[in-house]
């Protein structure tokens, strides 16, 4: 008799992921502690030996609740059992702009990428389900940000630091790791932010999901998921292109951070156009956090609709003008 399927529903994913690591390599689980990642962890163990990887675990010490750090240390002592070696916790410190969640986040692939590179590790896997990515979705259509934002998070990426962060359980919803971890004998840990209204995510997971299952019907996060993954794809074949674009049309001009030749801008694609201007506002120096959809598109009318405006100011103390056939970007 084979494992329970939705034991084999989270290896099969870690499976297939491992295949993108290097033979003979280290690979870390990031695990929380929670049904996702516990899950992550138990798959891992079972998986990495059999794939000729090496797997061991890690898990961050936010210090946010009493008695974090000995939650960590159980945390540790799972991985542990599970044959993850070597297993280690990380303490940091949250604190940093972007409001708490922005901070946490920063704080732990910091922390992350700090422990793999004391490893050894090429690569480390996140236990971010379907559901995750449902959330992530809808979080980026109410702020209005693009089919960037829409497409959610990618299934592999690297940071500055060259890590491989890799994430199998994106096709998965949050109902089959909490199995899983039943049949593995596991216990998760169910953090309590994670029912505080206080977060966003939170009311999307708890209020704004559950009410469009109600009124769409059964398969809201699924589909979301898809539409994550299709627009994915999108975004990443127009970024490619207004990478060329922007490549091909970037010219130097003494005083100025950034300079682009109108000549062939105006004529782009809207889409192309626009990811252009971006491209060579956050060069010169406008903070990408910042600099909003509002901006671009008062840069865009410089190009498309000019009628003699002056300047658009945009975050970072820069401005952005028309001269002499060319779109500056500079300080004020």
């Known amino acids: ?139 980026g259509l109410a702020r209005g940000s693009g089919a960037r934002s829409l497409a959610g998070m990618p299934t592999t990426f690297r940071r500055s630091s060259g890590v491989l962060y890799l994430r199998p359980f994106l096709g998965l919803d949050r109902a089959t790791t909490r199995r899983a971890c039943k049949a593995m004998g596991l216990d998760p840990w169910d953090d309590p932010h994670n029912i505080d209204r206080a977060f966003a995510r939170v009311r999307v997971r708890h209020e704004a999901l559950p009410a469009l299952e109600e009124a769409l019907g059964p398969g809201v996060a699924e589909a979301l998921a898809r539409t994550a993954r299709m627009l994915r794809d999108d975004a990443d074949a127009l970024d490619e292109m207004s990478a060329r674009a922007y490549s091909d049309l970037e010219v130097s001009e003494d005083g100025y951070t950034v300079a682009v030749r109108l000549e062939g801008l105006a004529g782009l694609p809207r889409a192309v156009r626009t990811r252009v201007l971006r491209t060579a506002a956050v060069r010169a120096g406008s903070p990408p956090g910042t600099l909003a959809a509002v901006h671009i598109d008062a840069v865009d009318r410089l190009v498309t609709a000019w009628h003699g405006q002056r300047h658009v100011d945009l975050p970072g103390g820069l401005r952005a003008f028309r001269r002499s056939g060319k779109l500056l970007f500079g300080p004020v």
Do not use: W
């Open 1 to 139: 008799m084979g494992p329970d399927p939705a034991v084999a529903a989270v290896r099969l994913a870690v499976r297939r992921v491992l295949a993108d690591v290097p033979e003979g390599a280290m690979v870390l689980a990031a695990c929380s502690g929670g049904a996702d990642s516990l899950a992550l962890a138990g798959a891992l163990a079972f998986e990495a030996p059999r794939a000729g990887r090496r797997a061991g675990g890690i898990t961050i010490d936010h210090g946010l609740q009493d008695g974090s750090d000995k939650r960590a240390d159980e945390v540790v002592r799972t991985m542990a059992g599970l044959g993850l070696d070597p297993a280690g916790s990380v303490a940091v410190t949250v604190d940093g702009p972007g409001g708490p969640e922005n901070a946490a986040r920063d704080a732990r692939y910091t922390a992350l990428e700090g422990a793999a590179d004391r490893i050894g590790a090429t690569g480390v896997l996140l236990g971010h389900t379907q559901d995750d990515q449902a959330e992530t979705v809808l979080l």
